[in-house]
């Protein structure tokens, strides 16, 4: 098969639906309109506490705040623009994993990552924040740098491992709906100056 | 993008829904192309127009980088939706009714397509959710790594390392 059949065969391969839902598509945008609040009627900003935290961590190293944009594993990734807010139910460890991040043109940067979760109650939030508090990290920088300036797969596995040894029944946030679960993880970093 | 790219949403109301009223559509294409059956489509539009609306305030003024903000918030309720709750509304009801029944418009005959979507499925889902953002919902390489939170070079390598994976697969 050469690139052109290939390009029609992608072409022709999406699904395709009638019309008629659109309608109903368009009559829900008035519907959650309605139901909502409307816009700045002091509707809590879900931004806020994320961003108070990038200035803090600006201002105290006097670097430049890099938030970035690649933190995924395929089924990871929560907190890339435009996820900088937590999910409904969500909940974030705001005790972070600090290490060295080195990009592909050798520039360093240092950098935090905040672990996400779901269904996690008081005492185990306070035992995982705690874990991180402690552990040496020193042995993970590769994968967190991967993390932090592009992609790291092996990330995902290795965290879940790793915390399930203090929450033993943490699960990935696809494995089940009532368990509590790692649901990703965000990181911001600073130039190193 | 910065603070001054913003909308300043409580100025934008309407605006902005008239916006969702354009992007409805084009979300519920996402999710149908991607779930079944076909009726939780419903259940996912209607959770991304309230975190769209909600986030309104955030929503990028350019129209190209506020469409991929709206397919990143898809992509990401796609992600969390069997953990969360649904939001039920009489005419999120009815689209899950009118849903349930839909079938493609016209189903592809042409048995290689369905070769193709089945070597799709079997991509990487990173992989896979590249090549459908590009192909199915249209969007460039550069606008796909937007929504997959990759930067460009990543993107455009696993694109290609994906169609020579379907190439492969398909003979």
């Known amino acids: ?193 | 993008m910065t603070a001054d790219q913003t909308i300043p949403a409580a100025d934008r109301a309407d605006e902005i829904e008239d916006w969702l009223g354009v992007m409805a559509p084009m979300l519920l294409a996402y999710f149908l192309r991607r779930v079944t059956p076909p009726d939780e489509a419903a259940d996912l539009l209607a959770e991304a127009l309230l975190v769209l609306w909600r986030r309104a305030e955030a929503i990028p003024a350019e129209d190209r980088a506020a469409r991929m903000w709206a397919y990143g918030v898809a992509r990401n309720v796609l992600r969390g939706h069997r953990r969360t709750s649904r939001r039920r509304s009489a005419l999120t009801e009815r689209l899950r009714a009118e849903l349930a029944s839909t079938e493609e418009v016209a189903h592809p005959a042409d048995d290689r397509v369905l070769d193709l979507r089945s070597a799709i499925e079997r991509l990487k889902p990173i992989d896979r959710e590249i090549v459908r953002l590009v192909h199915w919902d249209g969007l460039s390489l550069v606008e796909a790594a937007e929504v997959v939170g990759m930067r460009e070079g990543t993107v455009r390598s696993r694109y290609h390392r994906a169609r020579s994976v379907l190439r492969g697969q398909l003979g």
């Open chain 1, 1 to 193: 098969m050469d690139d052109d059949e290939l390009e029609d065969l992608l072409r022709a391969s999406a699904p395709r639906f009638g019309t008629v839902e659109d309608g109903l598509a368009r009559q829900l945008v008035t519907t959650v309109v309605r139901d909502d609040p409307p816009l700045g009627t002091g509707r809590p900003r879900p931004t806020e506490r994320r961003l108070r935290r990038s200035m803090i961590i600006g201002g105290a190293a006097a670097g430049v705040l890099v938030l970035s944009a690649a933190m995924t594993g395929s089924q990871w990734m929560m907190s890339a623009p435009p996820f900088m807010t937590l999910e409904p139910e969500g909940q974030r460890v705001y005790e972070p994993i600090e290490f060295v991040a080195t990009w592909e043109n050798g520039e360093q940067r240092n950098c935090q990552l905040f672990l996400e979760f779901t269904r996690l109650d008081d005492d185990e939030l306070e035992k995982i924040a705690e874990h991180v508090r402690t552990k040496d990290w020193s042995r993970w920088q590769e994968d967190l740098s991967d993390a932090a300036t592009d992609d790291s797969p092996d990330l995902r596995d290795r965290l879940l491992t790793e915390l399930r040894g203090v929450v033993p029944g943490l699960t990935g946030s696809s494995e089940s709906e009532t368990a509590p679960a790692v649901t990703g993880y965000g990181t911001s970093c600073e130039d190193v100056r």
